[in-house]
């Protein structure tokens, strides 16, 4: 199946000056925090290193998480500042055609950034968004503080959650709660990527765009074709794919002698 | 020589958040800029990958850096946002001891930064910091626009540069004006660490500290003893070397199926 998917001809790399004025934009309105520069600055070294664009094991993954968002009966969307900022329209219409809720969703909560998210999703296009001031009240357990705080009509009773950029913790109660985690992080060492159901390690600002491609082409087939999708993928291996991947591409590198221009510290 | 040199024990993963920390808070009183913010995150990335510790290519690097600097007539130690943020006191004594000038050195100047990085260098101590307003009216050629200035008693006239974090492009040309420059980056593949003529690939904030233990033991040495320890130092074969690390930690992680636990994208 994956076979069929074309991955857009465009080089990222053009766009990753791009996407990081959009983020330092969002934090000057207040929709991404200061830390989340910081996380983006981690994430922007990953994508470098796995060369700036969607990899074979990343489109495998986002088919076998595209079969259980389809086959779901409460998908929910997670949306923080740095999804909101950099993903805003296609996370509102991936939540149109898989049905999903969308809920902000914040490490670091406060009324004036749930309230901007929330703002910019309602911007393209979202009619209903959870997550925000007094229905964010719901607790999961296992999980320190204000980080706990969701929605009972949202993760709260959810089956399948989509969490791109999401914290360990968080990701590891979710799934202790029953609930199947879709994870999108660059990382492929990382705490969420390694307890989620399905981690796509790709750039939102990529996997989304597919995301909705594989969507569109799976949703006229039968739950059974659905669920053999999901059931034959493997998260563990898919990981050590990735990361297979990115030991190549040093090796090569570092064979031929040839530098990333793009991952120098430029800017400070 | 390397040998004898013991790395500090403490364990700079539970530093990693107080770091964080520290250039937030240097953030908010405008030392550092939103762009140092996410260039940070990159250096955490490839920090965890090198797993947080100074390799030993590292300090075979900081040695023949040590040598170049003791031999050197003008050194000058360049200093932006991040690196008064995260090591002043370390610069400012490293500078002492060495008898290197500090300059200001930004990729984006206002006055208000130069002057709040020359306000967070005097608190620790430095007494004369170049590179700030009117004194930052040399150019150096063949780089663009504001981040070209340097001043004409500092950088213009050094013969060795330490840059800790520095732009690809300058490092470039500082190089093809004939200067020794030592690069302290993260980030084995960027081109500032291609282009230096040393480059240490470590976190500034336990680099500098061992640079001066070094600078110590090795400022008795006669000038024939330092000079044979830089002119047998070899950059290309170092970078080499700390590429083959990150590609032999990525490869046990990947058979292990361990992840880091530090790699997450925490407070988003």
Redesign the interface.
């Known amino acids: 199946m994956t076979e069929e998917i074309k991955i857009p001809q465009k080089h990222p790399r053009t766009e990753s000056l791009r996407i990081?004025e959009r983020?330092?934009k969002n934090?000057?309105s207040g929709v991404v925090?200061?830390?989340?520069?910081?996380?983006?600055?981690?994430?922007?070294?990953?994508d470098y290193i796995l060369g700036e664009k969607t990899t074979q094991p990343a489109l495998k993954a986002i088919e076998a998480a595209a079969a259980i968002l389809l086959t779901a009966e409460h998908p929910v969307i997670s949306v923080?500042?740095?999804a909101a900022a950099l993903a805003s329209k296609d996370i509102v219409e991936l939540s149109k055609i898989t049905k999903a809720k969308i809920e902000v969703n914040?490490?670091?909560r406060s009324s004036e950034r749930e309230i901007a998210i929330k703002r910019v999703l309602e911007e393209v296009g979202a009619t209903k968004v959870l997550g925000v001031g007094e229905a964010a009240s719901a607790r999961i357990s296992e999980v320190g503080s204000e980080r706990r705080r969701v929605d009972s009509k949202g993760i709260l009773i959810a089956d399948v959650v989509l969490v791109p950029?999401?914290?360990?913790?968080r990701t590891e109660a979710l799934v202790r709660m029953g609930k199947k985690v879709i994870a999108i992080?660059l990382?492929p060492?990382?705490?969420?990527?390694?307890f989620a159901t399905i981690t796509i390690v790709d750039n939102i600002v990529r996997a989304i765009p597919i995301f909705i491609e594989i969507i569109d082409k799976l949703k006229t087939k039968d739950k059974k074709k659905l669920e053999h999708i999901a059931s034959t993928f493997d998260n563990?291996r898919t990981l050590?794919e990735v990361?297979?991947l990115?030991?190549r591409r040093?090796?090569e590198?570092?064979e031929k002698?040839v530098?990333?221009?793009i991952?120098?510290?430029?800017?400070?």
């Open positions: 990081r983020l330092i934090f000057k925090a200061s830390a989340g520069l910081i996380a983006h600055g981690r994430g922007e070294a990953f923080n500042g740095n914040l490490f670091y950029l999401e914290d360990g913790d992080d990382n060492l990382s705490r969420t990527a390694q563990k050590g990361i297979d990115i030991h040093l090796s590198l570092a002698g530098y990333l221009p991952l120098e510290v430029e800017e400070l």
